[in-house]
């Protein structure tokens, strides 16, 4: 961001897990990013404590005046969820997160909160969704003319050249709820996403949660939810401690922070059928052999390829970000 650029005004849609607490952290602290409001929806864990997860991020950085609005407890066909708790813990903080921690939701659910910021702000706000699409799906349901509002809506989630991390082709986040996926790319908005592609290739290392853990205050914090992620990074992906950063990316995207490097604007939709291919992200890139031409009417832009060391600016953020401004957990 220059001294000239305003910050990027976004809305986070998050089911705050492991890596979404770092990227409240990061959309709260990050001078190029003006976080107008944020929502829980369900996926690495319940609806209500991805939403407590949340409020708890934001008042640790001394955030507690954003709006945080709670959503959608299950997938759009009302069919039953399956959280992530083996990846994230069953708290989504790792099994270390603060208990005690109240504090008060805002009024509305979230798809309202969405739609009544959009109004707000019309043309102004990046939507970021790095959970679940279901809130943002009941969103559109309520305000059909909701793309015409935001700015654009950027999303972590789904798979490009790479494989799935819930199925064979399926990512978590899309893979939870296809028939919302599906009418996220549909809409017609301008959508980026931030696939597996990238973020399976963005690490935090043992060295960088040394690094947070030394740091104190809130670094400290994420140091000590990181400690469960690595685990299962270590049994399922990498066999070694270390971690994905999947949602703070898109964040960043969108804040124009971390510029890709290969993201072409393509045609695109998630296999929302009973199929082995469920939750399956489809990206037209057969013009992958010419540099990707153009291709008409196209809304989606792919992150194929950006700077992998982006880890360095996160940690260096988190570190500088001194101690968490919850002075005394409010007991219930
Ligand atoms: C996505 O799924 C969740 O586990 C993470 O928070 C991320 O949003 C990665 O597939
Ligand atoms: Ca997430």
Known sequence: MSAATSPTKIILDVDT????????????????????????VWGNVEVEQ??????????????????VAS?????????????GHFV??????????????????????????IVSLAREHPGEIELVAV?????????LGLCPELPSLLRGVTIMGGAAFAPGNRTAVAEANI???????????????DLTVVPLDVTMRTLLTEAHRQRLLAAGGIANYVGRILDFYFDYFAAEAFGERSSCMHDVLAVAVAAGVLEPTLAPTVHATVDDSEGPGRGQTIFDLRGCYQGYPEQEGARCRVVLECDTAFAEPVVDLLCAAGPSRIEEPTRA
């Open 131 to 139: 959970g679940p699409m279901t809130n943002v799906a009941v969103a």
């Open 88 to 113: 994230h813990g069953d708290d989504g903080q790792g099994n270390v997160g603060d208990t005690s921690f109240r504090a008060p939701v805002a009024p509305v659910p979230a798809a309202e909160l």
């Open 175 to 189: 893979w939870h709820d296809p028939e919302a996926g599906r009418a996220v790319f549909a809409a017609d908005w």
């Open 50 to 67: 991805a939403t407590r997860n949340t409020l708890h991020a934001l008042a640790m950085a001394g955030r507690p005046e954003i709006p």
């Open 71 to 83: 959503g959608a407890a299950g997938p759009l066909t009302g069919g039953p969820a399956h959280y």
């Open 17 to 40: 897990g492991v890596d979404d607490t770092i990227a409240l952290l990061y959309a709260a602290l990050h001078p190029a990013v003006e976080l107008v409001g944020a929502c829980g």
